[in-house]
């Protein structure tokens, strides 16, 4: 009983985790399509426009694209602390910015 009890809870924690990241992959390949059909800009566009802003921070990669906001999602390290910038990827302005 117990057994079955520990796979079942195991097999919906993994149902749960992989949620995220097909629907995060989604929103990747919507950002492809949408950069080469000149929707938004690309990334390496976006980066290029918010890197030099980023004085004395790290760029940390896994940048996130949300295809509802049709933002991008940078993160940078600086001094030890998170920075988290988010860009409207239509026209490459920081809209949000949080952490040190």
């Given amino acids: 009983m117990w057994m ?6 195991f097999g919906l924690g993994s149902l749960a985790l992989g949620a995220a990241p ?30 030099p802003r980023m004085r004395g921070a790290e760029p940390l990669g896994n940048e996130e694209y949300d295809a ?7 993160k940078y390290l600086r001094n030890g602390s998170k920075i988290w910038v988010d860009v ?4 490459g302005a920081v809209v949000g910015r949080s952490g040190n």
């Fill in 88 to 91: 409207d990827a239509r026209t």
């Fill in 68 to 74: 509802a906001s049709r933002t991008y999602r940078l």
């Fill in 4 to 9: 079955r009890l520990a796979v079942t809870a």
């Fill in 22 to 51: 097909a629907e995060a992959r989604r929103d990747q390949d919507e950002a492809y399509r949408a950069a080469r059909s000149g929707e938004i800009r690309s990334l390496p566009d976006i980066r290029a426009r918010v890197h």
